[in-house]
């Protein structure tokens, strides 16, 4: 963190302008030795200065350049931003004569990175700045920014504080057992405040999987025996949506066929060549990858014929489906009707892909499945990614064990273990687990006038 860091901040292509940004202790000494008036050592901070970028007595390029000193920085170290003339040889001619002066390339997503260890955001907030750079759609946008200003990173403030409540009342017990009226944990105030964080910690995890089907999509799998029409209701679909959203690498591990935007909704439709491959061979091949796309998807589109009668190998799969989100997706409509389907199933559209019926109130179905209208994105506390979520569920379970202790009059210094191992899970969601810490705090609280 001694050294002084550099990148092009701006997309390398061919623009108006382009940014590179140095931040670090000798970042506005080491801009100053290449700028040709060499008075960025006396402006003052927050201010752009007009000048050119010069190697020894050959002028590269007219800039601006921003100064700012730390701490009011986002790094919270001296920033220098140049902007340059948006061309690839002289940006990055600039970007050498920086190498050639005493920066160091800054390896990606460093300077925030350098927010974070300098305290100046926390670690939602530094995924909040990725998220935001990714962001895909209206919705994601707005979650991202959610995330960024902190929300986030207050709720889990704000947990941790509930549960330094908690352990407060159960240090009491410990120290001072002779006062029978804090003994009771269950009735008195440990239970309900438990109950209470556990509402709220439910509360984020379901927000945070709708952020997830917002931000990355719906792994979605048609399926369905041979012939029943599953590549017509593909193409229907893709053909219908003008919006088909490119490919991004990375955003999911499944090949995707398609993707379709529905309303900000964002289906990825995985590849299910392997069932269509099984045309010529038995059956019960394509029932069983039927039941591997079932457990990968999010959701199912399952395709029947209304032409035909309803075979076992399909009650086999209609009974799989149960626990799923699913659609049950009757085609070819436009022929004479000999499927009768089992009491008891949900989510049936008829369609006809091949007189294009039915197909806008297949997509109205999906929409009305994940509900994602009635989200109101500016409320929604999330957390993005895999290992907040995981770090999340942990710190649940943990409580949950000793919730279940409490009732059951374990010890409290065993039921103490749990709490204080969740309050350190869900510190690690935002970088600043210490146990000495949770000591200061516990002591900074609740003195107990002693
Ligand atoms: P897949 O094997 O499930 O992918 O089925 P296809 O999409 O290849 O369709 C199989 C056959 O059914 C093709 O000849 C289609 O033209 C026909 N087909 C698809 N949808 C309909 C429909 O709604 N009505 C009728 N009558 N035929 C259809």
Redesign the pocket.
């Known amino acids: 963190m001694n050294d002084t860091i550099t990148a092009i901040s701006t997309a390398l292509g061919v623009g108006a302008i382009s940014i590179i940004r140095v931040s670090g202790k000798d970042a506005i000494k080491i801009v100053n030795g290449i700028t040709k008036r060499k008075k960025l050592d006396k402006v003052e901070s927050h201010t752009i200065n007009y000048d050119y970028i010069v190697d020894g007595d050959n002028v590269i390029d007219e800039v601006l350049i921003s100064v700012m000193k730390a701490p009011r920085t986002f790094t919270m170290e001296d920033v220098v931003e140049i902007n340059a003339h948006g061309g690839i040889s002289t940006t990055n001619y600039i970007l050498k004569l920086l190498l050639k002066n005493g920066c160091r390339l800054a390896e990606p997503g460093e300077f925030t990175k350098r927010a974070f260890l300098n305290g100046r955001i926390d670690l939602t907030e530094a995924e909040g700045v990725m998220d935001l750079i990714n962001a895909k759609t209206d919705k994601s946008h707005k979650l991202a920014i959610n995330q960024l200003n902190g929300k986030t990173s207050n709720l889990i403030k704000e947990l941790r504080q509930d549960i330094i409540e908690i352990l407060a009342n159960i240090e009491v017990n410990i120290d001072y057992p002779e006062y029978e009226d804090i003994v009771d944990l269950k009735t008195k105030d440990i239970g309900p405040k438990m109950d209470n964080l556990l509402k709220k910690i439910n509360k984020i995890l379901n927000d945070s999987n709708n952020a997830i089907l917002i931000n990355d999509g719906i792994k979605t799998s048609i399926i369905?025996k041979?012939?029943?029409?599953?590549?017509?209701?593909l193409n229907r679909l893709l053909n219908e949506d003008k919006a088909i959203v490119t490919d991004i690498e990375g955003t999911t591990r499944d090949i995707v066929e398609g993707k379709i935007s529905l309303d900000g909704l964002l289906l990825n439709i995985i590849d299910t060549a392997g069932i269509?491959e099984t045309?010529n061979l038995v059956e019960s091949i394509g029932v069983k990858k039927s039941l591997e796309l079932i457990d990968n998807s999010d959701l199912i589109l399952y395709?029947l014929n209304n032409n035909t009668e309803l075979s076992d190998s399909e009650k086999e799969i209609l009974d799989k489906l149960k626990d799923k989100n699913y659609i049950i997706v009757i085609?070819?409509?436009?022929?004479p009707n000999k499927l009768t389907l089992p009491e008891g199933i949900k989510n049936v559209v008829q369609?006809?892909?091949?007189?294009d019926t039915g197909i806008d109130e297949l997509k109205a179905k999906i929409k009305e499945i994940y509900n994602l209208e009635e989200i109101e994105v500016e409320d929604m506390t999330y957390l993005s990614n895999a290992r907040s979520i995981a770090l999340i569920e942990e710190a649940k379970n943990l409580l949950e064990e000793a919730n279940k202790n409490i009732e059951s009059d374990i010890p409290v210094d065993m039921v103490e273990i749990d709490i204080k191992e969740a309050w350190s899970k869900l510190g690690e969601i935002i970088g600043e687990t210490y146990q000495e810490e949770l000591i200061d705090q516990l002591f900074s609280q609740f003195c107990l006038g002693k």
Request: charged share 25%; net charge positive; glycine share 10%.
């Open positions: 369905g041979p012939n029943v029409g599953k590549s017509s209701l269509r045309d395709v085609n070819k409509s436009d022929l369609i006809s892909a091949l007189n």
